[in-house]
């Protein structure tokens, strides 16, 4: 009934409801914070790995699309070469899935050298733009635009 002087004295030794006592409670309290700070720094440590690893790999690269301005300067059968700010020339690939547009709507055979264009693309192994849609803008039209986005001509 009586309990010895260092039990009553000590107070981290108080008996909790349960029948548990505090230090006990505080010791699992820490585990628990440890070892779900463990989990998060896996986590991070697996998450930093992943990047890493796609961007070695150019694995992102396929997820990325581009937004390129310019004028068509030279125009060869599978696509065009357009010139942007700074004198900057990229090469554009067009494929069957390219879609060209001009306004709001979809045309055919409508590039000319001297349109201004903007192409959606992502960039293949060599540098040169995969067109995905191809849009050709009025000169006029074309500088305000630029102005207006303020998109970088490549990136």
Do not use: C
């Not at 000590?10 to 699992?28: F, Y």
């Amino acid at each position: 009934m009586f309990k010895n002087e260092k039990e009553q004295s000590n107070p981290e030794v108080k008996q909790g409801l349960g029948g548990e006592s505090k230090k006990d409670n505080r010791n699992l309290f820490k585990r628990i914070i440890f070892i779900l700070a463990g989990l998060v720094i896996i986590a991070l440590i697996f998450n930093a790995g992943m990047l890493v690893i796609g961007i070695k790999t150019h694995f992102l690269d396929r997820w990325t699309e581009g937004y390129y301005f310019g004028e068509i300067i030279k125009i060869d059968d599978n696509g065009f070469v357009i010139k942007g700010r700074g004198d900057m020339e990229k090469i554009v690939l067009i494929r069957e899935s390219t879609v060209i547009k001009k306004g709001k709507e979809t045309v055919e055979d409508a590039l000319q050298i001297g349109n201004q264009v903007i192409v959606i693309g992502s960039l293949d192994e060599g540098e040169r733009i995969e067109a995905k849609i191809i849009r050709i803008f009025d000169s006029d039209k074309f500088e305000d635009l630029q102005k207006s986005l303020r998109f970088r001509l490549f990136k």
